[in-house]
């Protein structure tokens, strides 16, 4: 027997399942219960707005397209971070408290301790002023799970919670462009060949999620380093030698990122009880044709001279840019970047699993 709909029930059908999804939006419970970030000005929600730093952003035009203007973020709306706690179901950007400004019951969600300037190496970042690295951001998260622990009066519940959580890594990008190729405030490039510095970051990086797993953390989402020779400042400041992007920083990148891949193979096969992906920060190049990619939309010259200056009036349209300021991308930019983490199939963007999975896991 055929179903047949007079077209008016088929309106009363479908605003029902209108409704019904949109309820379900609103009621939605996150997919993890909470989210934690680490990392550096590309993850920062506002740790560094009372540092004395050149590496914060907590003025125009930053944050001319975010809900609550300058908060710190490195962009003129939303981070990578923001799009993918929103896509994890929590209700808003606002839910994973920077560590500098988390009080009370606002931890229960998760926090985000993540540094502009930033770097795993203890001095990365220290050209630019104070910064939170990344082994001081692993003690902070053990002061908010001791938080944590005082608040739910359960031990095996917080230990409970804490294994559920997902635990997203984003850094890597300062040990370069704030340390190693800065001969002139460091000395690593005398010290170490690109490839010797890039084995030394993935040990240290390893040593440091293996503390994160010994404070409870079970479920990693750690980011890849993206094409740091191609930003607009990059490319001002060491020039390209005729190609198209500085290739030496690109070439670093591709050594780091060559080298974590089988660090998280390992570390899944050692921890058994723990899952770990590895997720690309860029996006595809059929993503990229769309953009303006060879320039900034901002006015640069803040900070170290890759950040907007202040007050300065950005470009009409970020929607079509990739850059924000000289090393930082925009909203637009950030979303397609967390989508992909979030729900890509392609073991390029996403191995071996997408976030989406990783929250089942
Ligand atoms: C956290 O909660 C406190 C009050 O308990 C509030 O003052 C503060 O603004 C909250 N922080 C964020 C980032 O929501
Ligand atoms: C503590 O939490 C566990 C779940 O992790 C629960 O089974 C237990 O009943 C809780 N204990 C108390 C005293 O609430
Ligand atoms: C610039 O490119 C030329 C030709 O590819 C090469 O011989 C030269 O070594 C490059 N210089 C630098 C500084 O990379
Ligand atoms: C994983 O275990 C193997 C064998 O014990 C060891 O050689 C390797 O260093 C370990 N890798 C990590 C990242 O812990
Ligand atoms: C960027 O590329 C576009 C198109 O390829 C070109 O018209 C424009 O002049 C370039 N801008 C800069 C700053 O190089």
């Not at 690593?188 to 390893?206: K, V």
């Not at 007050?311 to 930082?328: E, I, T």
Request: net charge neutral; aromatic share 10%.
């Amino acid at each position: 027997m055929e179903l047949k709909l007079k077209p008016l029930e088929l309106v009363a059908i479908s605003v029902l399942l209108a409704l019904s999804s949109l309820l379900s939006k609103a009621n939605a419970v996150p997919q993890v219960p909470c989210y934690f970030i680490f990392g550096d000005s590309l993850s920062d929600n506002g740790n560094n707005n009372n540092l004395p730093t050149l590496a914060k952003v907590n003025y125009l035009p930053y944050g001319i397209d975010f809900p609550q203007g300058p908060t710190g973020r490195f962009s003129n709306g939303r981070t990578a971070q923001d799009f993918i706690v929103e896509l994890l179901g929590f209700q808003d950007q606002q839910s994973m408290p920077p560590f500098a400004r988390s009080t009370g019951r606002n931890i229960t969600n998760g926090v985000n301790y993540a540094s502009g300037s930033a770097g795993i190496r203890f001095e990365t970042g220290r050209n630019l002023g104070a910064r939170i690295p990344f082994d001081l951001q692993i003690f902070y998260h053990k002061i908010i799970i001791l938080r944590l622990r005082l608040l739910m009066q359960n031990n095996s519940a917080t230990n409970s919670l804490l294994n559920r959580c997902i635990y997203s890594v984003q850094i890597g990008s300062n040990d370069y462009i704030n340390n190693y190729f800065k001969p002139e405030s460091y000395d690593t490039s005398r010290r170490f060949t690109l490839s010797e510095y890039a084995t030394a970051l993935i040990q240290q990086l390893s040593d440091q999620l293996k503390r994160l797993y010994n404070s409870g953390a079970r479920k990693f989402a750690v980011y890849g380093l993206g094409l740091i020779g191609c930003t607009p400042f990059t490319i001002s400041e060491y020039g390209t030698n005729g190609s198209l992007c500085v290739d030496r920083l690109n070439e670093a990148a591709t050594l780091f990122n060559d080298r974590l891949r089988p660090l998280i193979d390992q570390l899944n096969n050692n921890l058994t009880d723990a899952k770990f992906t590895y997720l690309n920060p860029t996006g595809s190049e059929a993503d990229l044709a769309t953009f303006v990619t060879n320039s900034s939309c901002c006015t640069i010259g803040g900070g170290g001279g890759e950040l907007c200056l202040r007050n300065s009036q950005p470009c009409g349209r970020p929607r079509r840019y990739v850059f924000w300021d000289g090393v930082h991308t925009t909203e637009a930019w950030n979303e397609i970047v967390a989508r992909s983490a979030y729900d890509s199939d392609s073991p390029l963007q996403a191995s071996p699993f997408n976030i989406q999975r990783l929250a089942t896991l």
